[in-house]
């Protein structure tokens, strides 16, 4: 029964789509949960507004790429917390990043019924490739951080600098509304899991004041350790990497189909299974 059901549901998805694609572009609300943000409350609140591109292409009425260009903007600030602890700390940082998903998406339309409706939600997993530069005001001047070490990277017995570019799995879900044949609506959730811990140049702990200074300049002993900590105490828990969402309201062109019926039917000729003689 199981080996039916799984033939039915790939069959519905493949034997009854036509291929088609859509360009998009999009506005993008973006923030990101790290060692800067106390909660999700805090994380929303630092929303900032971006923008982007997509190409998607339906391989059936189930399955669908999707590349997508983002160019966002996040920032995190103690200053922002209730704990403490953290307002003492008194961090913060903003970056632009940019960055690129190649989504695999599951239209849930394409399960239910054999054309797509107008309505058409859908779950995204897949992976994202980004670059990034995090930077700190300091007497009303923005900064860049890795340059410095503020943790004491490049100096004797600490880590080499960090990398600028990381990539993250990411997953989400949407809906795309049809206004017309050839023009829909995207609305679109996604959680980047990255592999980076320096999204906020903040990850393990406090090298001494007068040891940062000396080896990495002043700029670094103010920006890296501005309570004067004591050296190997924590200044950012390094367990954890961090993370970036993002909401996007988009707005594509359709290439291949038409609505009759309050579904969308492809010109295109359906791709059905192989036959085997």
């Not at 704990?83 to 632009?96: C, D, I, M, S, Y």
């Not at 530069?133 to 100096?155: D, F, I, S």
């Not at 090298?207 to 200044?235: F, P, T, W």
Request: glycine content about 10%; proline content about 3%.
């Amino acid at each position: 029964m199981t080996r039916i059901i799984i033939l039915a549901f790939l069959w519905n998805g493949f034997n009854l789509s036509a291929q088609s694609w859509d360009l998009g572009l999009c506005l993008a609300g973006s923030n990101y949960s790290g060692d800067l943000t106390e909660n999700s409350r805090v994380a929303i609140s630092q929303t900032r507004l971006g923008i982007g591109s997509s190409i998607r292409y339906d391989l059936s009425n189930l399955i669908a790429i999707k590349v997508q260009y983002l160019f966002m903007q996040i920032e995190g600030a103690d200053a922002k917390s209730k704990n403490e602890w953290q307002v003492k700390r008194n961090l913060q940082f903003r970056t632009a990043i940019h960055n690129v998903d190649l989504l695999g998406q599951i239209n849930l339309s394409g399960i239910l019924f054999h054309e797509p409706r107008r309505w058409n939600p859908f779950l995204a997993l897949g992976v994202s490739y980004f670059k990034f530069n995090p930077k700190a005001n300091y007497n009303n001047q923005w900064v860049e951080l890795k340059p410095l070490g503020t943790e004491g990277q490049g100096m004797p017995g600490y880590p080499e600098p960090y990398n600028l570019n990381s990539r993250a799995l990411t997953f989400g879900f949407g809906n795309r509304f049809f206004l017309s044949s050839n023009i829909s609506l995207t609305l679109e959730f996604l959680w980047r899991q990255t592999k980076t811990d320096y999204l906020d140049d903040a990850s393990t702990n406090y090298v001494d004041y007068e040891a940062l200074k000396q080896n990495n300049g002043l700029l670094a002993a103010e920006l890296g350790n501005k309570i004067k900590a004591i050296g190997g105490s924590q200044r950012a828990n390094s367990s954890d990497n961090d993370w970036i969402q993002s909401c996007t309201l988009g707005i594509s062109y359709h290439f291949g189909g038409e609505f009759k019926g309050g579904s969308l039917k492809f010109n295109r000729k359906a791709v059905n299974c192989p036959k085997f003689k």
